[in-house]
């Protein structure tokens, strides 16, 4: 099995930046691509970046793209989200994802850690 923790979340400025982290234990050799999910409050799960197992390949959400970063150290089996000109919008609980090799779901998720944005 696969374990996900979130870290790096707290209250931010708008226009400010943001590290989050995610670090993955377990069989990590089992994880494929990896994905940054956020949920606003009182909204449904967002989808906000994917990033291949290699981290050659990223995939941003139209909205947040040159904004948001995805990069990925799997010598350290973590994945990073590097959030900059930060809005009130992005306040949310930011989850990661794994996708595990031979399937097409994410089938591994973290607890989240939280983002405030204030204006």
């Known amino acids: 099995q696969v374990e996900l923790v979130e870290s790096g979340g707290g209250l931010v400025e708008a226009g400010g930046s943001l590290m989050l982290s995610c670090v993955a234990s377990g069989r990590t050799s089992s994880i494929a691509s990896m994905a940054w999910f956020r949920q606003a409050p009182g909204k449904g799960r967002e989808f906000v970046g994917r990033?291949?197992?290699?981290?050659?390949?990223?995939n941003y959400a139209v909205s947040l793209a040159g904004r948001f970063t995805i990069s990925r150290d799997n010598s350290k089996d973590t994945m990073y989200l590097h959030m900059n000109t930060l809005k009130p919008d992005d306040t949310g609980v930011y989850y990661c994802?794994?996708?595990?090799?031979?399937?097409?779901?994410?089938?591994?998720w973290g607890r989240g850690t939280a983002v405030t944005v204030s204006s």
């Open positions: 990033i291949s197992r290699s981290g050659r390949e990223e």
């Open positions: 994802a794994a996708q595990g090799r031979g399937s097409g779901e994410y089938s591994y």
